[in-house]
Every structure is written in structure tokens, then in C-alpha cells.
């Protein structure tokens, strides 16, 4: 898909679809002036557009979306009026979520190019951010997991115009439409492999797409195979992977955006469970069919590297993924194991099913240690206690760090990936304390989120630290605006907001 911005001094009509973005509160006269001179010519159009808003259906509240096919060959063939609610209360979510839901529509109409115009929204929100959100929500609604499907519909979608009056403007709706493409990509990228089912991407395979990715958009992948860690003592990663027939990897990722900082590294590590059957803690077939997304953490960050790369963020970042299946072999760990782990502690195995934290607390050690990283962040499918306490729509966070926590905050209200902060209290502590070793993996049915939270916090040292739990917002059970059924990508624009935040 090519998207491009046009003036409207030398625009012709030359996309199938237009779409005209409504206010509540707009009298018909101004979006007369609204449709401006690239309609004016065509009056059958306008009065149309008239027509349609002198009736009763539409009246441009947020989410009201209206069709007027005009039944012709020639472009456009429809108009798509799209209602975004009052001007006092619009917001870049309102864009998006609008935008995306009109690009589907008007897929559905099977049109190859679409157009807007973005003058009416150019005195409202900062020209940047709008273009971005719009490019971002046309390139999010525009996918679908199909991959597997022998009749698969791809979108007819191919140009999508960008008109705005002013020609000094273009550099920085240039800007935008660069920046929105990159992440509604990065978001793509991430729902794909989260999508994958687990019998076609394994510990291996996910690592396989670690280095495309490195490599189509510049930052390096180095793979560690199950001896190298193994010499590294990754323990409890170990013990996670040794009932599966496919071997972990450990996938690094490295992109040096400001090498004269030498100071700061951020550490990015993503759950990678290729598949989570439960291990012998085994869990029900209802719960285990979508478990080819437990490596949504991954998914998360490969799509954020890749973001942080091509718009070349001014930061250090390292990622990890320390990448296995939970499966069931005589072979395989047990309730009631004490195993070890790469940073000494040992820790007591009470449920087989909690094997994100032992895998993610041996990824969290070696990025300190070994790569060196200042700040760290961990995201992850983690507990089905988060879907309980926040639903689909907020990330549980867990963080040692205010300052931190509001860099994330300010990241969320950004791509409206939203968050919700969890308390961390001393008393809280209890439930990972065993009475055997130095940790339990559980700590029984209540306040889940948090002590497997805690459980990671063990490890990160002194270092800022934010924990992420996407177990509920990482999948989603319905198509709805820009999201798709199954994986939503989570994670990937949200970190990609976050360290740009970093940047010196
Ligand atoms: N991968 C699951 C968490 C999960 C649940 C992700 C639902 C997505 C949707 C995780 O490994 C797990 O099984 N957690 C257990 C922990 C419990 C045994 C302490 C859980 O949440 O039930
Ligand atoms: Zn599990
Ligand atoms: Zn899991």
C-alpha cells in the first residue's frame, strides 16, 4: 500500500472512496467550505453530501459512519462520511479508531484507492500526530489472519491521498504518514507472529523471524542454541523447555541508535512461550487452544525493535527473548522441584503452569549482566489473574519506578494502548517466599498479577524497572476498529512511544 500526500491545489479525484470527517457541532455551511474546491466542480456530488445531512440518520456523532454510493464509473465511485463527534472533545483515539472502521468499510466496497482530506482537522490537532494516527489506523485495519485460509480475501486497498491546502505543510504530514506506516506495521508484524500457530513457529522459527526482522529493518540478532545456554546456567529457562521436543533459543537483539551515550541501555525482554500446554500442571483444553500466543511478550518487542530501528530512534536498546514450549515428557520439571536459576537464587516449582517468571527471570539476569542494560522492561503473557482484574482493555503494570511508571503513562495515552498500575506493597512479598528455597513460583490463587510480578522484580537488582502483563489485552475475541480477531499486537507501538521518551 502506498500512501501518499497530495495539495489540494493540484488534486484531481482520482480515488474510489473519499471520506469527508464530520463534526457534531459543524453547520452545513462550513463543511461546505470544508469540501472546498475539490468538490465544488462536481455539484452532483455536493448535493448529495447535502442531501445525506439534511436528513436524520447521520449526524456526525463519534462512530456514526454514512455511505453514499454514487452508483458510476467514475472516481469516486462513493463518499464515505465519517462522524468523529464534537470538536471540543475530539481526540487522536476518536481518529483512529473512525478512520480504521471507514477504511473497512469502504474495503468492503472493494475500492483500491481512498483520499481525505485532512484540512478541517489540521487547525485541531497537531499536523504530525494526525497524519500519523491516520496512517497507523489505515494500515492496523487492513489485516486479517488468513494465512491458512485457501480462500483468502486480501484487501483491494492500494493508494491511499492524503489532501491538505497548504504545499509548506508536506514535510511534516510526510513525517507522520512515515512514522504511522512504521508502527501500524511494527503492530502487524507483532499480531502475525502472535497469530502463527505453534506447530509452525517454535523457539527456532521465532528466531528465524527475529533476524528477517534485524535484517529488513537494521538491527542486530545474535541466537544462542541450547548449549550456549546451558553454559550461560540459565536454570530455570532449562527447566521450562526440557519436556519439549524443540529446542529453546535465547534470541538477542542490539540496536545502537546513540552511540555517544555510553550511560544508558535500555533492556526490553519479552515472554516468548512458543506454546504453554500447562507442562504437568496440565491445563484444559479450553485454555490451551489459544496458548500459541503466549510469546505476545515477544511478539511485543521484535515489532517495537523494528519500529525503533527504522525511525531511527536516538537510544541504545537491547532486546531479549528467552524462547521455549511448556510441554509433558517424563523428562519434563516438576510440581514440587527446586530448581536453580542463572542468578543463584532457587526457587521451589508449585505449579508447572507458571513458567513465564522462571523463564523471564533468567532473560532479566543476562540482559543486566551481560548486556549491560540501565533501565529494564519486561512484558509478557503472564497471568489469567490480569484478564480477571482488568479485562481485555488495560495492561496490569508493575513498577519500582515513578518516574519510569509516567514515562509509560504518557507512552499509553499516545497509541491508546492503556495501562493500569497495580501496587506493589512489602506485604505482598509473602507470596513468593518458600519455606524450601529462596522463591516459589506461586503463591496461590490471590493477587496472581502482582506476585508474579514481584517474582520477576527478584531479579531486576537496582535497575528502573516495569513489568508489563498483556495476558489480557494481547488477544483480542473479535474484529472491532483497527483490531482483528486474535492477536492485537500489543505492546509493540506502546514500547516504541516509550523509548522514544528516552531519547537525549
Ligand atoms: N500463559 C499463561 C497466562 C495466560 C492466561 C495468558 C490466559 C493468556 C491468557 C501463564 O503461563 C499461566 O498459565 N499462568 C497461570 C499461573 C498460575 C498457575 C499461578 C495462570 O494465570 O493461571
Ligand atoms: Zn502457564
Ligand atoms: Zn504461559
Redesign the pocket.
Known sequence: MIFKCKSIKSYTNKAETKFIVCFEDTELENLDLTLGSELALDTEIVSKIKFTLSGDDFKGKNGQLQTINLFRDQCPKNIILIGLGTKEAFTLDKLRKNIAKAVKESVKLKSKSMDLNIESLGSLLDLHETTRTICEAVVMANYKFDKYKSDKKASTLEDFNIIYAEENEVENINKGINEGTVLGQANLLARFLCNEPSNVLGPVELAIEAKKAGEESGFEVEVFDEASIKELKMEAFLAVSRASAKPPTLIVMRYHGNPDNKEEIIGLVGKG?TY?S?GL?I?PTA?MV??K??MGGAAAVIGAMSAITKLKAKVNVIAVIAACENMIDGNGYRPGDIIGSMGGKTIEVL?T????RLTLVDAVHYIIEKEHATKVLDIA?????V?SALGSTATGVLSNNDFFYNMLEQASKICDEKIWRLPTFEDYKELIKSDVADLKN?GGPNA?TIG?GLFIGEFVQDKPWLHLDI?GTS?SNKDSDYESKGATGAGARLLYHLIKQLED
Open positions: 512461550l504453554d500447562g500442571s491445563k485454555s489459544s496458548m500466543s503466549d505449579n503452569d507458571a513458567e513465564g503473557t503472564l497471568t489469567g489473574a484478564l506461586t496472581g508474579a495476558a488477544w
